[in-house]
């Protein structure tokens, strides 16, 4: 294979510490969902050649082992079988060169997708995130044709092919996530999923922010949900989460964290977003077209000056708004806090961090019902993906052996 090569004469710094990419493939898409924090319009998809300037600068550059390629959107299926096979075997031949590991990801409404299309994914090795908000018989207007989209998924899942629940949290659902739960349970049969809360940002700027008592009335229904099954059934990960933090004090709470997870999270630093035309943005929460907080170009040449600039961008953004996290170190809540979304904090009209009241709400009802909330880490430690940090001498050798675990999407997007 020719290879496409980017390699400046001086080490591109910008992605010294990348693991995570968020590939915008197009800015495309079959749905106009109202919550939307994209900018949906037509035009054209990433060229395949802006995506080997990507991987070049990644497999060059990066002194991480393991990289992770995320394709999004607008909606990603919309580019052609064909793009994605020219660029996983590139993304794998750069790899091997410089002996890296890659993962794949798609994250999808699964609307249109083709049988052809399904079988293609699974042949290259890309898992599906896919993003739904409940069953057919509760009115969510946001999300139009969820019909569809879940038998979609049941083909999917019928070929094998790897795919992981993400629910949106918005002002439609929130009050049936007791339901959710067990449509989750029966009908889709997953032991993982992630629900995030909808901020009113992109196409969804007009809206107005979620109420905190909303917010926790989602995620209270979905704790009592695991209460009742003891952690067995469904688990929601954000919840998962922070039942480790509340109980595993013994743990280091840097292993609980994740790119999102932090006060200061991993935009520009460990995870990156690209546009169609290569413009590198802090991670993939931001539009496609938000000049306001592009870091640079795949295109542009390595200077000095253009290394400090992005690192100066990097950090004046992870300073925005400061007065969110004013009180953080006296919060007692801060033993399982996630600290919000800065790119949705910065981005909305409000700039308020909309999850910081409803955490002390949990916060206060996992102490209330703390008891109860032990029995569910039994069931929690049986998923491999959180047994590892738990301390084996706690909980037994065979913490998180478990052949039936289904494996969600390692959501970065929402």
Known sequence: MQQTSTTNLIKDI????????IVKVTHRCNLDCSYCYENITKGEDMPIETFKALVDKVMDNSIREKIAFIFHGGEPTLVSTTWYQEAVKYANYKAALVNKTVRYSLQTNLLNVTYEQLKAFKDLEINLGVSVDGPVDIPTPYRKRAAKAISNLHLANSIGLKTGILLNINQTNYQYFDKIMIWLENEIKVRLVKANVAYAVGHGIGLSDMYPEHIHQAYSSILNYMIYTKGTKVVEENMAIELLRFFETKVNPSKFSSLCGVEKCGAGKEVVGVTTEGNILPCGRFEWNNQDFFLGNLQEQITSVVQD?????????????PENWFNCKTCAA?????????????????????????????????????????????????????????????????????????????????
């Open 14 to 21: 910008r992605f010294t510490n990348i693991g995570a990419l």
């Open 309 to 321: 600039k992005y690192l100066s961008l990097v950090k004046s953004f992870h300073s925005l708004v």
């Open 334 to 414: 801060k033993q399982i806090c996630s600290y919000g979304c800065q790119a949705f904090i910065v981005r909305s009209n409000s700039q308020m961090n909309i999850e910081c009241i409803p955490t002390k709400m949990r916060y206060e009802y996992l102490q209330d019902k703390s008891n109860q909330f032990r029995e569910v880490l039994n069931g929690i430690k049986q998923i491999s993906k959180f047994a590892e940090l738990i301390p084996k001498s706690e909980y037994g050798d065979n913490a998180g052996d478990n052949p039936n675990y289904n494996d969600t999407y390692d959501d970065i997007r929402d």
